[in-house]
């Protein structure tokens, strides 16, 4: 399954492999400030793509989901990515009582798991990946929300 329109791509991605390969792709259309909402149930593969990318940028060190901590940052090379997984927010004030908006500098690469825990208080998405579950992989549709966005799609 593959399809594509100015505002949108889905890709099939049939195991792990496929998804560490998608993650570097993505990590050529990245920009500084470029927000990404990643979207999917449990265990669909948002942070394995997370992992992928930061490795496809050049980050040696362990990726680990950011359930617990919520935040995760990475620096590397030039890049500064801010991890965040709020599955386990109650409600989307503690996003600005956490100070995360302090992070939102316009350099921050953001990547946000499930974030309708913190509806109205993100910065908007440029770009969105939804992650379906299917019998046999993932269906991953990247979407663009922004200027920036469209362009990196474009790029992709």
Same mark, same amino acid.
């Given at each position: ?6 505002? %949108?791509? /889905?890709? *099939? ?5 496929? &998804? !560490? ?6 990590? +050529? ?28 940028? %050049?980050? /040696?060190? *362990? ?5 617990? &901590? !919520? ?6 090379? +030039? ?78």
């Amino acid at each position: 399954m593959h399809s594509a329109d100015d505002n %949108g791509i /889905t890709i *099939r991605l049939a195991d792990e492999n496929a &998804t !560490l390969a998608y993650a570097r792709r993505l990590s +050529n259309i990245l920009t500084p400030g470029l927000v990404i909402y990643l979207q999917g149930d449990l265990g669909a593969g948002k942070t394995t793509l997370v992992r992928g990318l930061l490795q496809a940028l %050049g980050y /040696t060190g *362990r990726v680990k989901s950011p359930t617990y &901590t !919520l935040l995760e940052p990475y620096s590397v090379g +030039n890049w500064e990515i801010r991890h965040f997984d709020l599955y386990r927010m109650n409600t989307p004030l503690e996003w600005e009582s956490a100070g995360f908006n302090d992070e939102v500098d316009g350099d921050n690469v953001f990547l946000i798991e499930w974030p309708a825990q913190a509806q109205g208080q993100l910065p908007p998405p440029d770009l969105e990946i939804n992650f379906d579950i299917l019998d046999d992989g993932r269906a991953v549709t990247l979407q663009a929300f922004s200027p920036k966005g469209i362009g990196c799609i474009k790029r992709f």
